[in-house]
């Protein structure tokens, strides 16, 4: 008797000891490989039933539902946006999206500030701005300049490079700034072909390049805030609480070019034309301001000015 019970005794303690090894590295195949010792857990489904791995698979708006505290490296796939998304600390990055588009980590700080006669809170700084302006041409307050209905994917960057190939996908999968060349006769003025209007609408729009509960502005917040500077033109769009910079643009043609840095400030709206290849914006400069969607006249501050969503202009995210 005493010997059955030291084998049964032997017997539990050999497996106690294959459970801890199993603990510290689990190997998933049909082979009976031992799992890589580098790896927790090794899944191996090569052969002749290959398979993959499903990872939750969540709306943004689910997603927003994720209560407090959420742990960093959590990992889903956004079905709205078509992307993976892991949680870094303080909020949702995209590391990749099926199209093959691998975003630039947002990295602009939020920090609020209200117009006290509409009640609105504005982020303080452009898009990829390092401050909030200090003065009219602070270099650093300036940002990205953005093509109408783009997220961040590096394009945004002023100096980024040119490709004059439209796509027909939502992110474009690269970097590029998508613009004719020179002595373009602006016969594509979207970058995206066929075209899209339901990019940026809203909190939850796709491809809304502004942070967790802020969002690109509507053309008529844009003039309910202008209304409320203290001058209508380029100075008082700096002199009001919210600093508004003239960031100047790049062209929707000719290489996509730097134009009035300094000068001018040109703002997107979320607001487009239906059924054109325009989206209207917000235009200042030392004569005055005006938000142009290519239908009201093409004559600000001396210049022609394209509201076409190839040009690269400012975002100043607002508070949903």
């Known amino acids: 008797m ?34 890589n010792e580098k790896a927790l857990l090794d899944i191996d489904v090569s052969g002749t039933n290959p398979k993959g791995l499903l990872i939750p698979r969540i709306t943004d ?18 079905t709205t946006t078509q992307c993976f998304e892991a949680y870094n600390g303080t ?34 700084r452009n898009l990829g701005a390092s401050h909030k302006a200090y003065f009219m041409q602070d270099t650093l307050a300036y940002g ?37 060349s020179d002595g373009g006769t602006g016969s594509f003025i ?9 990019f940026w609408q809203g909190v939850n729009g796709i491809n809304n ?10 053309a008529l917040e844009w003039e309910l805030e202008y209304l409320t500077w203290p001058t209508q033109d380029a100075t008082g769009a700096f002199n009001c609480p919210r600093k508004f910079v003239p960031a100047g643009r790049r062209f929707a043609v000719y290489d996509g070019a730097l134009n009035d840095v300094g000068t001018n400030g040109r703002y997107w709206t979320s607001t487009f034309i239906p059924g054109t290849s325009f989206a209207k914006i917000l235009c200042f400069g030392s004569t005055g301001v005006i938000i142009y969607d ?5 004559e600000f501050s001396g210049g022609y000015y394209v509201a076409g969503r190839t040009t690269g202009a400012s975002i100043r995210c607002i508070k949903d």
């Open 61 to 78: 708006e689910e997603k927003l539902s994720i209560t407090a505290p959420i742990p960093e490296s959590l990992m889903i796939y956004n």
């Open 2 to 35: 005493k010997i059955y019970l030291k084998l049964i005794m032997l017997v539990c303690f050999v497996l106690f000891l294959e459970q801890i090894a199993v603990s510290q590295n689990v190997g998933i195949n049909v082979t009976g490989a031992e799992p």
């Open 209 to 218: 390049p502004c942070p967790s509960g802020f969002r690109v502005t509507t």
């Open 144 to 180: 990205d300049l953005y093509q109408w209905g783009r997220r961040a994917d590096g394009h945004q960057n002023r100096y980024s490079e040119v490709t004059d190939l439209q796509t027909p996908f939502n992110n474009p999968g690269h970097p590029y700034f998508i613009s004719e």
């Open 190 to 198: 979207n970058w995206r072909n066929p075209g899209n209007d339901n």
């Open 91 to 124: 909020g949702w990055i995209c590391i990749g999206c099926i199209d093959g588009e691998v975003p630039a980590t947002f990295n602009t700080g939020v920090v609020e500030v209200q117009n006290l006669y509409t009640g609105r809170i504005w982020m303080d």
């Open 294 to 298: 290519n239908t009201n006249g093409g």
